[in-house]
């Protein structure tokens, strides 16, 4: 597991945007051969999506050859709903990339069927050969997309029942009108994100401290799910300094020496 800490949600976005660029870069992405991302929603990936876009623009980087697959999406919003996870993808990224449309694979809420939605989503993952890298973020709670606190460690893409937390956190999008807020939602699992070659995690900001020091200084437990990849081969969690006020001053000291150094080089 690695550890970056940057000096603040700027910094932190941009070391982030870099990163993905540079692995889709050196995949060399083709026709025969497309790099698969997974894709978070929410106010933490807002940063690194504004950089993406600016390094697509500036030529640096082409999403012609990459696939990408989202975390999560509300229940029984309707797509074109501002809100809904499509719209927020849509308008925050893909409509100011070069990605096709059809490459850019969210969860149907509104699916008839949404267990028959959600074993086709695994199956779309399984037949694009998997993801290479998969970008998350956390919620307070430490909850990795819609993987709620008690949630397997082992859980595939299925439905879920939001967390109170969770759904008076989102209250914000929605009027602070906690009637509007949706209560369930399609996600993938613990172990669908388990799977990736390799998983980047986003925690910014100091309310989300303690769930950064339960993810990385305590033992796995489902009740912070996020704490998951502490088992997994290739782990990067991305943070800025406000996300670290809860872990030990030794903690923070033994990640930041080789970012120092790398920087220096
Ligand atoms: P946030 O949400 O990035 O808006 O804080 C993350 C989450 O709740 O998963």
């Not at 949600?9 to 982030?16: D, I, K, Q, R, T």
């Not at 945007?17 to 889709?24: E, P, S």
Request: hydrophobic content about 40%; proline content about 4%; overall charge neutral.
């Amino acid at each position: 597991m690695r550890l970056v800490i940057l000096d603040d949600y700027e910094l932190a976005s941009e070391w982030a945007a870099k990163y993905i660029r540079n692995r889709i870069i050196q995949f060399k992405p083709s026709a025969e051969r497309y790099f698969t991302l997974g894709l978070p929603t929410g106010s933490t990936p807002f940063g690194c999506y504004q950089k993406l876009i600016e390094y697509y623009r500036s030529g640096d980087l082409s999403f012609k050859y990459v696939k990408t697959f989202n975390m999560d999406e509300y229940v029984g919003l309707s797509r074109a709903h501002p809100e809904s996870y499509h719209s927020y993808m849509w308008n925050n990224f893909f409509k100011h990339i070069d990605i096709y449309p059809s490459n850019a694979h969210i969860l149907d809420g509104n699916a008839k069927d949404l267990e028959a939605e959600c074993q086709a989503y695994e199956q779309k993952i399984t037949e694009a050969g998997g993801i290479e890298l998969f970008v998350g973020g956390i919620g307070p709670d430490g909850h990795i997309a819609f993987n709620e606190p008690g949630s397997s460690l082992v859980s595939r893409t299925r439905v879920k029942t939001l967390a109170k937390d969770t759904i008076v956190a989102n209250a914000r999008f929605f009027g602070n009108d906690l009637s509007k807020v949706p209560t369930m939602s399609l996600t993938v699992g613990v172990g669908t994100v388990m799977d990736a070659k390799e998983v980047m995690i986003l925690i910014t900001g100091a309310h989300k401290a303690f769930a950064l020091y339960k993810a990385i200084e305590e033992g796995v437990n489902h009740m912070w799910t996020v704490s998951a990849f502490q088992q997994h081969p290739r782990t990067i969690f991305i943070c800025d300094e406000d996300a670290t006020l809860e872990l030990r001053v030794k903690t923070v000291k033994y990640f930041k020496e080789p970012v120092r150094i790398a920087i220096a080089l």
